[in-house]
T-cell receptor, first 110, second 113 residues
């Protein structure tokens, strides 16, 4: 049982490049989330998907887009990366009230 | 929207002592308050949670208390052990279809042997 799987684990981008962070869960959860974690700021919600086919903005959505491809997969896209998007990104899925997190993607934008 | 404040940002205790981490929230409609533990290089994991119809919940060495009137909730760890060293996050959520979790800024707990 893999839980929540994120790829890649590490990535370095140049300013202006684009990339997609992938997330998949095998627990048949309806809700999925993308967070970013920065020192001293905890986890901030970027986007979420309450169910397949729906997505909504969280606290810090600017510069990001998401796709809920199917029930299992929820991807996060950076269209034009900026140094301010250097962070650790976590995907999560939720059953009832408990959220399950992936291992994270450490992204550096230079 | 919801805002969650967490204190202290760092906490160092001697093994065997107790540790207390406190959070306050702003949205009176929030009714679910979990605590997550994050070890180095890993994603956060749920360790205990409390709902607004309960004032206190305990699970072995950890307990959470909630004061809805004051919008405060706290994590208590007794008889701390070195393996309790980690970053702890509180969070708050409304019980709606999104179940959005809004997190505090985290507390780095160090348990000295």
């Amino acid at each position: 049982n893999a839980g929540v799987t994120q790829t890649p684990k590490f990535q370095v981008l140049k300013t202006g490049q684009s990339m997609t962070l992938q997330c998949a869960q095998d627990m048949n959860h309806n809700s999925m989330y993308w967070y970013r974690q920065d020192p001293g700021m905890g986890l901030r919600l970027i986007y979420y998907s309450a169910s397949e086919g729906t997505t909504d903005k969280g606290e810090v959505p600017n510069g990001y887009n998401v796709s809920r491809l199917n029930k299992r997969e929820f991807s996060l896209r950076l269209e034009s990366a900026a140094p301010s998007q250097t962070s650790v990104y976590f995907c999560a899925s939720r059953k009832n009230t408990e959220a399950f997190f992936g291992q994270g993607t450490r992204l550096t934008v230079v | 929207g919801e805002n969650v404040e967490q204190h202290p940002s760092t906490l160092s205790v001697q093994e065997g002592d107790s540790a207390v981490i406190k959070c306050t929230y702003s949205d009176s409609a929030s009714n679910y308050f979990p605590w997550y533990k994050q070890e180095l290089g890993k994603g956060p994991q749920l360790i205990i949670d409390i709902r607004s119809n309960v004032g206190e919940k305990k699970d072995q060495r950890i307990a959470v208390t909630l004061n809805k009137t004051a919008k405060h909730f706290s994590l208590h760890i007794t008889e701390t052990q070195p393996e309790d060293s980690a970053v702890y996050f509180c969070a708050a959520s409304r019980k709606d279809s999104s179940y959005k979790l809004i997190f505090g800024s985290g507390t780095r707990l160090l348990v000295r042997p």
